[in-house]
């Protein structure tokens, strides 16, 4: 900038006349004397003078144009949004966990200026860039020590990404077909990227107009455990299952009024579809149900149960856990409070020869150690991994009655078994 001050105050006439004054302060300091140096004619020295102002001038545009563009990039950045944390919202429903893992339950969330609440359908963001976005319904809203909430999703599968049994996956009938799943797990809240509708249509039924009912068709359950779809009026589910199926058809039934049914020739049904082993879904809660209890009225069967409910359960187990005020309000936990309650009940049952000195007084000496094995790993573990400890004391207490019998006398604390190895554990068995 300097130098183009000092040529602008260059005088471009070729008049010796001038006087030393009509120069500023600010002339060339480079200019060499004139007996070192002959004078350029006067055209030259002007062609010279304009060159050398037009490369400043050049010089000069290219450096505002860097500096406008620095200005427009710094205020792009100023003016992008500042997206916050997600934060929890209204009342602390319940608390879970001590220490470093205690959690706060919440039944909503805000993010990114959107409110989500319990048993919303929601996208998630997936893993990897390409990927279309997870869906899931979310079943439990925590807030962690850290300061993290997290999300307990029910998951949904495209049929493309469902695995089958012996390789593949599915053909989807349509776009907007999914498959619902009892597989839960936990993402970050912030992973929650807006909610969606899914309908839940019975296969006989026609699928809602897609310009009147946007949203996702649910017609079967994907078993992410022995990888077979389930139809949702299939009545071989456990009854929790089936219960929850029941109010999410009814919520679809009422949001979208009474669906036409399919003419019978239209009905494509999937060999896959009609299983003859019936094991899948019914058989993984060993609980055994209380078959003589009433039915419960219609509108109680409609209402929406929170993650800590445990409506529709109603066995044996489950009415000694409410007897005893054992059970937490947290889903994961009851069930698994009320599956190894039955599993060692079985285990007792099986021992009925032992002698009385070794005779487990049911269910009082047994609701306590069930009790704080769950605890005890849910303390400790992620929800994956409690899910995985829990099936593995399932699996040894069914199958080693003297395991049962040393944790219900006193012999062994629940959190010494739960670090047990394999090894350790047949030890047991052997003693």
Known sequence: MGRNRRLAMIST?????????????????????????????????NRK???????????????????EEEEEEEQEEEDEPIIEDAKPIGEVMKESGKGRNKRTHFEAFEYDGNRFELEDSVLLTPEEKGQKPYVAIIKDITLG??????VLGQWFYRPEEAERRGGGGWEARDTRELFYSFHRDEVPAESVMHKCLAHFVPLHKQF???????????????DTVEKKLWKLTDKDYEDSKQHEINILVQKTRERLGELLDLPETEE????????????GLKRKDIAPLDVSREDIKSEQQLTLDTPGSCAGEASEHYKILVTFKAL?????????????LAVIQLAIDSNENVQDGEKIHWPDAVVPVVVSLVKAAHDTL??????????????????????????INGELEASVVLNMSPIELKVIYLI
């Not at 107009?209 to 994907?222: A, E, L, M, N, T």
């Not at 937490?328 to 190894?340: A, I, Q, V, Y």
């Open 208 to 222: 809602p107009d897609r310009s009147v009912h946007p949203g996702f068709i649910i017609q079967k359950v994907y």
């Open 13 to 45: 006439t070729d008049s010796e006349g001038e006087e030393e004054g009509e120069f500023k302060t600010g002339q060339f300091e480079s200019l060499e004397d004139e007996t070192k140096s002959p004078p350029l004619n006067n055209k030259k020295k």
């Open 268 to 279: 494509v049904v999937d060999p896959e579809d009609q299983l003859k082993d019936r094991r």
């Open 328 to 340: 937490t309000g947290e889903s994961s936990c009851d069930k698994w409070l009320e599956k190894l």
């Open 382 to 407: 992620d929800f994956q991994k409690f899910n995985q400890k829990m099936r593995q004391m399932a699996f040894n207490l069914r199958s080693n009655y003297r395991l049962a019998r040393r944790l």
């Open 49 to 67: 003078l304009l060159v050398e102002e037009d490369e400043d001038d050049d010089v000069e545009q290219e450096d505002q144009q860097e500096e």
């Open 145 to 150: 020590k850290d300061g993290s909430m997290m």
